[in-house]
């Protein structure tokens, strides 16, 4: 196992307390804030431990939040009728609805169900069109943990080749689109990529989240590239990431460990998030 301070780990703790500071300065500077709400609907591993989680820091930040559990026989129509109640609840500060939710409900639609200036993972379809033009200041907080991490290495992002492997709507795209707003050049792979390892072994920056333990071996990166880990696999052997860690390390020149890597600086995002849209809310006349 990799030692305590090995300086090859990209550790998300220094990251993540910068950011947890400047949310409870923001939080202390308020007379009231709303609250949190983190929906979850039926029974998913990591989404249980990212609640967890959530709950645990928003609490050192005297932030409110609540956890609202769905049971997973819930209809469409009755999660839109509890998002606009929501909406219109001038106790809630910020709604995230976990992923993933059952096959019988159409995620988009809660998505866009969830009022923007409420929206604190930055998913309704009119908040992640802001990324396209280069707005990045409220974005999927995994995602941009990941941006995080690769600023802390001190590389500079301009012309930065990354690869980043998944395409997925919550993570790939925004992190991909995200980097190209730091002047990277990105490719993104995914499950109709030729030859994954033809690009990544070309990169600087190899940024994982496709949800395979290991994925990512030692021969498919370069020599001192920076490897950004964001899989959360639940296997026998417990949580690994879609990185082959001790292998990969050898070859790397940082790389973000499972846990305490991406994970620990995602739910520091989702505190700066609610924030933001606490100011939002207000330069938007919604609060005083
Ligand atoms: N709309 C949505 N957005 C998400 O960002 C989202 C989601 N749904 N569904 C579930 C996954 C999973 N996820 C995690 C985030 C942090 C940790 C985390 O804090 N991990 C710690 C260890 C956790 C522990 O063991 O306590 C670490 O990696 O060091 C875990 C899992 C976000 N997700």
Redesign the pocket.
């Known amino acids: 196992m990799a030692k305590d301070n090995d300086p090859r780990l990209l550790r998300?703790a220094a990251v993540r307390q910068r950011i947890l500071d400047e949310a409870a300065q923001y939080i202390a500077s308020q007379s009231s804030i709303g609250k949190l709400v983190s929906i979850?609907i039926g029974e998913?591993a990591?989404?249980a431990?990212?609640?967890?989680?959530?709950a645990r820091v928003a609490h050192q930040l005297k932030l409110p939040f609540d956890q609202e559990f769905w049971g997973s026989d819930v209809t469409q129509e009755e999660c839109k009728a509890r998002l606009q109640e929501m909406n219109d609840d001038p106790s809630i500060l910020g709604v995230?609805?976990?992923?993933?939710v059952p096959d019988h409900i159409n995620l988009r639609s809660l998505q866009s169900a969830i009022h923007p200036l409420k929206d604190v993972?930055g998913?309704n379809p009119a908040s992640i069109g802001n990324i396209i033009y280069n707005d990045v200041a409220l974005a999927?907080?995994?995602a941009a943990?990941a941006v995080e991490l690769i600023r802390e290495t001190g590389l500079n992002m301009e012309g930065l080749e990354v690869v980043m492997v998944g395409h997925s709507e919550?993570?790939g795209k925004p992190v991909a689109m995200m980097l190209m707003a730091e002047g990277a050049t990105v490719t993104v792979c995914h499950h109709m990529t030729r030859s994954v390892a033809m690009h990544s072994r070309r990169a600087d920056v190899v940024v994982v989240a496709v949800g395979k333990a290991h994925l990512l071996g030692p021969d498919m990166i370069k020599p001192g590239a920076v490897v950004i880990d964001i899989g959360?696999n639940q296997t026998p052997d417990g949580?690994l990431g879609d990185v082959d860690t001790e292998a990969v390390k050898e070859v790397a020149g940082w790389i973000t460990?499972?846990?305490?890597?991406?994970?620990?600086v995602?739910?520091a995002i989702?505190m700066r998030n609610a924030t933001i849209a606490h100011q939002r809310q207000i330069a938007s006349g919604w609060l005083t």
């Not at 431990?49 to 959530?54: E, I, S, T």
């Not at 995230?96 to 993933?100: D, V």
């Open positions: 998300g979850s998913v990591e989404v431990v990212y609640v967890r989680n959530q995230i609805l976990q992923r993933p993972e998913m999927p907080c995994t943990a919550i993570v959360i949580i460990p499972v846990p305490g890597g991406v994970g620990p995602t739910v989702l």
